[in-house]
């Protein structure tokens, strides 16, 4: 390694942590039942979730229970975002008439969206709509993140608790607040800062280009000259920011941060890097703090 690289993983390193330890406080007061210290406005906007779900945010849940919860709320996921690329070729959204997506990558895609896996058998751009991308994929990117995320709560309350409780929490109040309270606000602040770094976010149709130089090529033993390119378009910004965070694959583009729409600066690729790792560490922080020992 040279000394520039060396240099570039101490300060990676120590960004990470500096960040991670204060959302690590915040994550442990959002996994506590309550408002969180000045925040108690989005309380309103929490109950009102419970609300409309008919859920008790006070009301506790045994594992199995919990581990039943998580495997519907996936479940029911996994059917949505198969039924949209399923019904893709009729929905808004879709500026350049995609049709629907064939069943077996449609099951594959609703499957390890739902599982946090995002194993991308697509091309972005050139298989799913906007609203697909927006409403099945980037909702999904959402919801395994909030997923994972309540495993950690169980996990932790499952050694805080000792033994004296049963219960581990509820899972959908533990779905809500990290969403409300984690995911959608850095969501937010990093798709707003990629947006300043160039990632686009737009609802245009697929732009044509003159090239620069005309590129020939041989296509069935013809030769071809062609001197346009069709560059894609769409949200992007919006559907990268969550993606990173919540440590999904599946990026709006087939190369997915490998394509400069996605990732165009050296500082973005700093900050997703970093964005891969941030609630993960943080947790770390979280566990000490709800164990009520911080070593650990």
């Not at 990268?240 to 996605?262: D, Q, W, Y």
């Given at each position: 390694m040279?000394i520039?690289s060396?240099?570039?993983?101490v300060?990676?390193?120590?960004?990470l942590?500096?960040?991670?330890?204060p959302l690590g406080?915040?994550?442990?007061?959002v996994?506590?039942?309550?408002p969180?210290?000045?925040?108690?406005?989005m309380?309103?906007?929490?109950?009102?979730?419970?609300?409309?779900?008919?859920?008790k945010a006070?009301?506790?849940?045994?594992?199995?229970t919990y581990?039943?919860?998580l495997?519907a709320?996936n479940a029911?996921g996994?059917?949505?975002?198969?039924g949209?690329?399923?019904?893709q070729?009729?929905l808004?959204?879709?500026?350049?008439?995609?049709g629907?997506?064939s069943?077996?990558?449609?099951?594959?895609?609703?499957?390890?969206?739902?599982?946090?896996?995002?194993?991308?058998?697509y091309?972005?751009?050139?298989?799913?709509?906007?609203?697909?991308q927006?409403?099945?994929?980037t909702?999904?990117n959402?919801?395994?993140?909030?997923?994972?995320i309540?495993v950690?709560y169980?996990l932790i309350r499952g050694?805080s608790s000792?033994?004296?409780?049963?219960e581990?929490g509820?899972?959908?109040?533990v779905?809500?607040?990290?969403?409300?309270?984690?995911?959608?606000?850095?969501?937010?602040?990093?798709?707003v800062f990629l947006?300043s770094?160039?990632v686009?976010?737009n609802?245009?149709?697929?732009?044509?280009?003159?090239?620069?130089?005309p590129?020939?090529?041989t296509q069935?033993?013809t030769?071809?000259?062609?001197?346009?390119?069709?560059?894609?378009?769409g949200p992007?910004?919006?559907q990268?920011?969550?993606?990173?965070?919540?440590t999904?694959?599946?990026g709006?583009f087939?190369?997915?941060?490998?394509?400069?729409f996605?990732?165009p600066t050296?500082?973005?690729n700093f900050?997703?890097?970093?964005?891969?790792?941030?609630i993960?560490?943080a947790?770390?922080?979280?566990?000490g703090?709800?164990?009520?020992d911080?070593?650990?």
């Amino acid at each position: 390694m040279t000394i520039q690289s060396i240099l570039l993983l101490v300060v990676f390193l120590g960004v990470l942590l500096a960040l991670a330890y204060p959302l690590g406080f915040y994550l442990a007061k959002v996994g506590e039942p309550g408002p969180v210290k000045g925040l108690g406005w989005m309380s309103k906007v929490e109950n009102l979730f419970y609300r409309i779900a008919g859920t008790k945010a006070t009301s506790g849940m045994n594992w199995k229970t919990y581990a039943i919860s998580l495997l519907a709320f996936n479940a029911l996921g996994a059917f949505f975002v198969y039924g949209v690329q399923r019904l893709q070729v009729w929905l808004p959204l879709n500026p350049q008439e995609f049709g629907s997506v064939s069943p077996d990558s449609s099951f594959n895609t609703a499957v390890s969206f739902a599982s946090n896996t995002n194993w991308q058998g697509y091309g972005g751009e050139s298989t799913m709509s906007y609203l697909t991308q927006m409403l099945a994929l980037t909702g999904q990117n959402f919801f395994s993140a909030a997923t994972g995320i309540a495993v950690v709560y169980a996990l932790i309350r499952g050694f805080s608790s000792r033994g004296v409780s049963k219960e581990i929490g509820n899972f959908w109040v533990v779905i809500t607040r990290s969403t409300l309270y984690v995911l959608l606000p850095l969501s937010v602040v990093f798709a707003v800062f990629l947006m300043s770094q160039g990632v686009i976010q737009n609802f245009s149709a697929y732009q044509e280009v003159n090239l620069i130089d005309p590129v020939a090529y041989t296509q069935a033993e013809t030769s071809m000259t062609t001197t346009t390119q069709t560059l894609a378009m769409g949200p992007v910004a919006s559907q990268e920011a969550i993606k990173m965070l919540g440590t999904n694959g599946g990026g709006f583009f087939n190369a997915n941060s490998a394509h400069p729409f996605e990732n165009p600066t050296p500082l973005t690729n700093f900050f997703q890097m970093l964005s891969i790792f941030l609630i993960p560490a943080a947790l770390c922080f979280a566990f000490g703090r709800m164990v009520g020992d911080s070593r650990q």
